[in-house]
C-alpha cells in the first residue's frame, strides 16, 4: 500500500487533486446538508440576507475558487502550501457547482425540477477527477523503464479511445452512461452503439431522414424513462433533497 501510495499519488504530485477532490465532495454534502436543514426550518442555520439581499453560496465559492485555483498555481504540486490551496479550491468549487443550475439559468432554481442539473454536474465532474486520479501519470515521474512507458502508453490510448466513445454518448444524450463510462472502461461503449435518444444532437442531425430510426428511438426513451424515472428520482433526492412541487392550476369551470 506504502509503495502504491508512493508510486501514484505522492511522485507524481497527485496529493493536492486528492484532498480537492475529497474537499469538493464533502463541501458539497455538507452544503446540501444545511440546505436541506435550512429548507425544512430546523437546526441553527438561516440563509443570509443583508440588506435584504440574499447571498447564494456560489458567492463566497467563486471568491475561494479563485484564491484556491491561482495559490495552486504558485504552489506547484508538492508541500504544504500546494494541500492547502487544493483544499480551499475543492470547497469553492463545490459551492459553486452546487448552485450550477442558478447559473445556467440566470434564477435562483435550486429547489426546482431545473435544479436536478446541479447534482448531475457535481457527480460528473467528482467521476472525471477521480478518473484522472486513479490514472497513471504520464509525466512527472522519473527513471521509468521502457516497459513501464509501453505500458503507460496502452493506458493512456486506452482512456482516449474512450474517451471518444463518451464523446459520442453525450452528443446522443446518453449523459449517465457517458459519466459511468468514464470510470469503467468501455462502458461509453454501449451507449455510442445504441440508437440515440430522441432530444439528442446526434439525433436531431443524423435522423432527420430516417423515419424508421427516429421512430424507433422515441419508443425505446419512452419505455427506458417509464422504466427508471422512479428509481432514478429517488436517487437524485436522496442526495440532492426533492425538489418543490408545483401546484396544479385550478381547473376551470364548464
Known amino acids: 500500500m506504502g509503495n502504491w501510495w508512493h508510486t501514484n499519488i505522492a511522485e507524481p504530485g497527485k496529493l493536492p487533486l486528492l484532498l480537492a477532490l475529497a474537499a469538493f465532495v464533502l ?25 435584504g439581499i440574499h447571498i447564494h453560496h456560489v458567492v463566497p465559492g467563486v471568491v475561494l475558487t479563485v484564491v484556491g485555483g491561482f495559490g495552486a ?12 490551496f487544493a483544499v480551499i479550491f475543492g470547497i469553492g468549487a463545490g459551492l459553486v457547482l452546487d448552485e450550477f443550475a442558478l447559473i445556467l439559468h440566470l434564477d435562483d432554481v435550486y429547489w426546482t425540477e431545473e435544479g436536478r442539473q446541479s447534482v448531475e454536474v457535481v457527480a460528473l465532474t467528482a467521476s472525471l477527477v477521480l478518473l484522472v486520479l486513479a490514472g497513471f501519470s504520464p509525466l512527472g515521474v522519473d527513471d521509468v523503464t521502457d516497459e513501464e512507458q509501453q505500458g503507460r502508453f496502452g493506458v493512456i490510448t486506452s482512456y482516449a479511445v474512450n474517451f471518444c466513445f463518451v464523446l459520442i454518448a453525450l452528443f446522443k444524450g446518453k449523459t449517465r452512461m457517458a459519466v459511468l463510462g468514464t470510470l469503467v472502461p468501455f ?37 427506458h424513462d ?15 433533497g426533492a425538489p418543490d412541487r408545483v401546484p396544479l392550476p385550478p381547473a376551470r369551470k364548464p
Open 27 to 51: 463541501t458539497f454534502a455538507v452544503t446540501r446538508t444545511i440546505t436541506r436543514m435550512i429548507r425544512a426550518g430546523k437546526g441553527p442555520f438561516r440563509n443570509i440576507n443583508p440588506g
Open 73 to 84: 498555481v504558485a504552489a506547484g504540486r508538492h508541500g504544504v502550501a500546494a494541500g492547502l
Open 187 to 223: 462502458v461509453a461503449l454501449i451507449g455510442a452503439i445504441r440508437l440515440a435518444r430522441p432530444t439528442s444532437m446526434w439525433a436531431k442531425r443524423f435522423y432527420r431522414n430516417r423515419h424508421r430510426a427516429r421512430s424507433k428511438a422515441v419508443l425505446r426513451a419512452y419505455h
Open 226 to 240: 417509464v422504466r427508471w424515472v422512479g428509481p432514478r428520482r429517488r436517487f437524485q433526492d436522496l442526495i440532492g
